[in-house]
């Protein structure tokens, strides 16, 4: 069974850090492309970041460029995404997700970023 | 910037039929979009349903189909169960980037 568990989240000020992680299980992790998918309270589904199986290819929406890095260690089974210079419309929750065959077929249950004074 | 526009709410009788649809501000919908259609549920992580326009997942029910029409991509609900009462999310994939729609809410009444 496909298992994403996200954890990192937290209360950060703005301007602060936050690094997320994801551990994946029951897939040969390495093989897959992954993305890190948020949602503000209230709002809709938000894709923030992705990459490929290696690490050489990484794509970011435009609103995080530059603030956010994904990155990956195959040899845990984890996805990362660590964020600098947080901003208040950063908060939400954070989702990771495998891509598949041009789908994000398994998600994680999620990790609450809240960036607040 | 890419905006994907979907119908805010729509409301339908429990073995009824609804149609949601997804369109992009870009131009038509087509397959190289590879639509995606995702449910959420209050309090419940996204749920993956359609992928590629049409293909379901293995989880997918039946009742659930997808398809492109009239220049959108569209999800459509048939026999529809209290169980579907959700908000849903298109994804259009633009090359090296996605968007997601704006969300259906959809209300079994």
């Known amino acids: 069974e496909v298992q994403l568990v996200e954890s990192g989240g937290g209360l950060v000020q703005p301007g602060g850090s936050l690094r997320l992680s994801c551990a994946a299980s029951?897939?040969?992790?390495?093989?897959?492309?992954m993305s890190w998918v948020r949602q503000a309270p209230g709002k809709g589904l938000e894709w923030v970041a992705n990459m490929n199986q290696d690490g050489s290819q990484k794509y970011y929406v435009d609103s995080v460029k530059g603030r956010f890095t994904i990155s990956r260690d195959n040899t845990k089974n984890s996805l990362y995404l660590q964020m600098s210079s947080l901003r208040v419309e950063d908060s939400a929750i954070y989702y990771c997700?495998?891509?598949?065959?041009?789908?994000?077929?398994?998600w994680g249950q999620g990790t609450l970023v809240t960036v607040s004074s | 910037q890419t905006v994907v526009t979907q119908e805010p709410t729509l409301t339908v009788s429990p073995g009824g039929t609804v149609t949601l649809t997804c369109a992009s501000s870009t131009g038509a919908v087509t397959s190289d979009r590879y639509p995606n259609w995702i449910q959420q549920k209050p309090g419940q992580a996204p749920r993956a349903l359609i992928y590629?326009?049409?293909n379901k997942h293995s989880w997918t029910p039946a009742r659930f189909s997808g398809s492109l029409l009239g220049g959108k991509a569209a999800l459509t609900l048939s026999g529809v169960q209290p169980e579907d009462e959700a908000e849903y999310f298109c994804l259009l994939y633009f090359g090296a980037t996605q968007v997601f729609g704006t969300g259906t809410k959809v209300t079994v009444l």
């Open positions: 029951g897939l040969t992790f390495s093989t897959y492309w």
């Open positions: 997700a495998r891509e598949f065959d041009w789908s994000k077929d398994y």
């Open positions: 590629s326009s049409s």
